[in-house]
């Protein structure tokens, strides 16, 4: 199953760690895409356990984590009890972070740079590339919705490949095919 999350770490710069604690830019989506990303990819470095932690905490700070989750089941969500959600609401997190927080420490050597902002009113959406030696740049397209007085990420398209549309079918191929609550253990699982 491919996350959003995925796209947003992978665009991660390879600046030195950066303490869990560093603030994200968040005034500005360009500069709010470049230090989220440089700050993410700061925080898995190191200690894997310690790093989910920081990871997860970054991940509930400036990515809209409920209406992402909420989008993934749209189609379900008229057909699951209020226990079943609430049981999603609680596994999704920790399922993001347990399934792709270890896989991130291989694009220590990416570099992220923002390419364009085009605001939208209460939205933007900032075009990125990402390079890692020896391979083909990658382009990102981060999907910022403004939340407060700030910007929190809502979906990314990476290689002309939607995250949020890819995950929600991944999630609909295994409702289909087990149930939900099949779905809600699996995520417990990864998480």
């Known amino acids: 199953m491919r996350s959003v999350i995925v796209a947003a770490i992978l665009a991660g710069s390879s600046i030195a760690a950066v303490p869990a604690t560093a603030q994200v830019s968040n005034q500005d989506p360009g500069k709010f895409v470049q230090s989220l990303a440089t700050t993410g990819?700061?925080?898995?470095?190191?200690?894997?356990?310690?790093?989910?932690?920081?990871f997860r905490s970054l991940l509930a700070q400036?990515?809209?984590v409920d209406a992402i989750g909420d989008r993934l089941i749209r189609r379900w969500r008229p057909k699951i009890s209020d226990v079943q959600y609430k049981a999603y609401k609680t596994a999704f997190p920790d399922f993001i972070v347990?399934?792709?927080?270890d896989r991130l420490y291989d694009y220590s050597d990416a570099d992220i740079k923002v390419v364009r902002v085009q605001n939208q009113g209460n939205s933007a959406a900032v075009l990125t590339q990402v390079t890692r030696p020896g391979a083909r740049p990658v382009n990102a397209i981060w999907a910022l919705a403004k939340v407060g007085g700030g910007y929190k990420v809502t979906n990314l398209?990476?290689?002309?490949?939607?995250?949020?549309v890819a995950q929600e079918a991944d999630f609909n191929s295994y409702v289909q095919r087990n149930g939900f609550d099949a779905l809600v253990n699996f995520m417990e699982k990864r998480g």
């Open 98 to 101: 347990g399934t792709y927080a």
């Open 62 to 64: 400036h990515f809209a």
């Open 157 to 164: 398209t990476v290689g002309g490949v939607n995250i949020a």
């Open 41 to 54: 990819f700061g925080v898995l470095k190191g200690d894997k356990g310690t790093a989910r932690g920081k």
